[in-house]
């Protein structure tokens, strides 16, 4: 799963940057809530989060160029 996202290009980051934020908010409602099947889940969704902002910064910092 971490190398997946390096091939991607810099709009689909940001898809699914946003994409994981989404579930990311889900899955913080429902560990209030105390629903939440998966706990860590919530742990790696965050940290997939993380390397999307990097790889994204990346690009803007001109480090990635874009295919």
Known sequence: MK???AK???NELVA???ELRKSYLNMR???VLGHV????QVR???R???RLNTLIHEYTLGIRKAN
């Open 3 to 5: 190398n997946s996202f």
């Open 8 to 10: 991607l290009s810099y």
């Open 16 to 18: 699914k940057r946003d």
């Open 29 to 31: 409602m429902e560990k």
């Open 37 to 40: 099947e998966n706990p860590l």
């Open 44 to 46: 790696n969704i965050r």
């Open 48 to 50: 997939q989060i993380a």
